[in-house]
């Protein structure tokens, strides 16, 4: 191995245990964004809506839009501690191993799950938003997300198969 690619490895672990405490202290905030504001007051004041059916529509549906955001949190735990968990068994020189293609497909189908989850917040956004009062998420369909989840499913069966061959090659020697 390289020396630049040994160096990158300590780097990419501090980096993903960084992502893992950022990413909670994000869903505190989405959560107290969900519990304590904005009060429909606020929401009102912002969109500058006054009572009516319409406003508590559009109140709801920003709510359900945070709830959803919630359910991200728990998604990008689980891809960065495989990541880490991955990172590990490369810097310890191992890994073509059965337990990261496992890992690997886990990421897989929770990039899946996060592409699906945005798909649904984008949906309810294009739902609320009026031309008055476009509601814009960073939220629906992506193509690089897609192709993430393609990519990391692909690679999954990419590890499998190295373990296999590590597995064939020992049967061998």
Not at 35 to 43: C, L, R, S, Y
Not at 88 to 115: C, K, M, S
Not at 139 to 144: L, N
């Amino acid at each position: 191995m390289s020396r630049s690619y040994l160096a990158a490895l300590p780097a990419a672990s501090v980096v993903l245990r960084i992502l893992i405490v950022l990413n909670w202290l994000v869903g505190a905030a989405f959560l107290a964004l969900l519990v304590v504001a904005p009060n429909e007051q606020w929401i009102m004041t912002a969109y500058k809506l006054s009572p009516s059916p319409e406003a508590e529509r559009l109140i709801l549906g920003l709510r359900v839009i945070v709830v959803l955001i919630l359910g991200m949190i728990p998604l990008n735990h689980v891809v960065l501690k495989r990541l880490l968990a991955i990172v590990e068994t490369v810097r310890a020189g191992d890994p073509f191993v059965a337990t990261n293609a496992y890992r690997l497909r886990a990421i897989a189908w929770v990039l899946l799950a996060a592409q699906l989850l945005s798909l649904v917040i984008g949906a309810i956004a294009e739902a609320l938003s009026t031309p008055a009062r476009p509601v814009d998420v960073d939220a629906g369909f992506s193509i690089s997300g897609w192709l993430a989840v393609l990519l990391t499913f692909v690679l999954a069966r990419v590890f499998a198969g190295g373990e296999l061959m590590r597995q064939d090659l020992r049967g061998t020697i």
